[in-house]
């Protein structure tokens, strides 16, 4: 049994340079999405056994094929999603993909409708960075529905793609199969290429995971879906995650890549091998203590006036609406850091749609939490 309740500060302030090294000696950071407990020892040992086994000379370019076996059995079995070697890419982390499908879809002055906004701010930049522009389909924060008819009325002539994070970041819903049929749909009428990011698959409450590309055969060719190892397995600094869709999209996708690398680390490859054949049991103990921390979160948030929070199905994240205290999300997420000493993220970093929340990362230990929260509720009832 991993004890999540054993975080150790001194090393997450040293080696954790996102989430932890900014900021001074005590102050907490809910912030950015790493998980504050130790990896898998059956990860570390994957790692070395492939180090012992001499894994240096170049790799195939796709990924190491006894790494595409496992990962395809997964796609399979887990997903339903029918791949095999040919149509998944080893790739140097999941944010690799989203610079690759604005890369590989986009021109300038196209644009790429986000289903829905707000959303991980990489959708964003890497639109931007196409000269491409960004199209939100909102989400109503209140009750967390998509709006699939505003969705409709978004795609101009110069919609080149669909951009989807399910489970979804920053509100940790989960669509629904009908939600996915419908986006799909769309997709289809209007002859749109998809980008589904799921790398949340594996850090769900309740609800079920849905691949889009698992819903028909078009879908799989129309769909470049990417997963992870950085979030539920704790291992974002091995840079390792893969891509999968059957067809043309892939095979010029991997004509682009192959021209930018060689392949994906191959002791990366190995952890993410030992993640699929021994992580299990990990993910089930993580997402049990997961559980109780947004349980225990969405209560202490729930207890202070003026904060609206909804009850993810998914994902560390909370993301409540705080507009109530008549501060911007840049303006709270400052009074936080200077007052309660607790870093947060603001919702405006996640587009427009996001403006009036702050996101909060509870994947944590509860001890860790209750400080923080005791810090932001005194914080907060001084408004
Ligand atoms: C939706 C989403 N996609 C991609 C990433 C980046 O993941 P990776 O570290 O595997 O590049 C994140 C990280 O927070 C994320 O939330």
């Known amino acids: ?72 059995e997964k796609l399979n079995r887990v997903n339903n999603i029918p791949a095999d070697p040919d149509d998944v890419h080893m790739i140097p982390g999941t944010m690799f993909a989203i610079f690759l499908a604005c890369y590989y879809a986009l021109k300038p002055g196209d644009e790429a409708v986000i289903c829905p906004g707000p959303v991980y701010p990489p959708f964003m930049e890497n639109i931007y960075n196409s000269e491409a522009i960004p199209v939100f389909n909102p989400l109503s924060l209140q009750n967390e529905r998509l709006d699939l008819e505003d969705l409709k009325q978004r795609i101009s002539p110069k919609t080149r793609l669909l951009m989807v994070s399910n489970p979804h970041n920053p509100t940790g819903r989960v669509f629904t199969r009908k939600e996915l049929e419908e986006i799909a749909q ?73 021209g930018m690398i060689v392949h994906a680390d191959t002791l990366a490859q190995a952890a993410a091998k030992a993640a699929i054949v021994h992580g299990s049991p990990w993910l089930k103990e993580l997402r049990t203590h997961l559980r109780k921390m947004r349980d225990y979160s969405v209560a202490r948030l729930g207890k202070i006036p003026g904060v609206f929070c909804p009850i993810p199905q998914a994902t560390p994240f909370l993301f409540p609406d705080i507009s109530s205290f008549e501060k911007t999300s840049e303006e709270m997420t400052q009074y936080l850091r200077k007052e309660a000493r607790v870093v947060v993220m603001k919702g405006a970093d996640f587009g427009p749609p996001g403006e009036g929340h702050i996101r909060i990362n509870f994947a944590t230990s509860r001890s860790m939490l209750k400080e923080a929260f005791d810090r932001i509720e005194v914080a907060l009832l001084k408004i």
């Open 1 to 72: 049994m991993t004890d999540f309740e054993t975080i150790d500060e001194t090393f997450l302030r040293k080696r954790a340079a996102q989430k932890w090294g900014p900021w001074g000696e005590g102050v907490i950071s809910l912030s950015v999405a790493d998980i504050d407990f130790q990896a898998p020892p059956e990860i570390k040992e994957g790692i070395i056994r492939a180090v012992r086994e001499d894994r240096t000379p170049y790799g195939h370019h796709g990924g190491d094929p006894d790494v595409l076996e496992v990962i395809c």
């Open 186 to 258: 769309t997709a289809k009428e209007h002859d749109l290429l998809i980008f589904s990011d799921e790398l949340y698959e594996d850090m769900i409450y309740e609800g079920e995971h849905i691949s889009l590309a698992s819903l028909d055969p078009d879908l799989f060719e129309r769909t470049i879906t990417v997963f992870g190892f950085s979030k539920a397995f704790g291992i974002p600094g091995y840079r390792i995650a893969y891509m999968v869709c059957h067809g043309k999209h892939m095979a010029a996708l991997k004509k682009r890549l192959h």
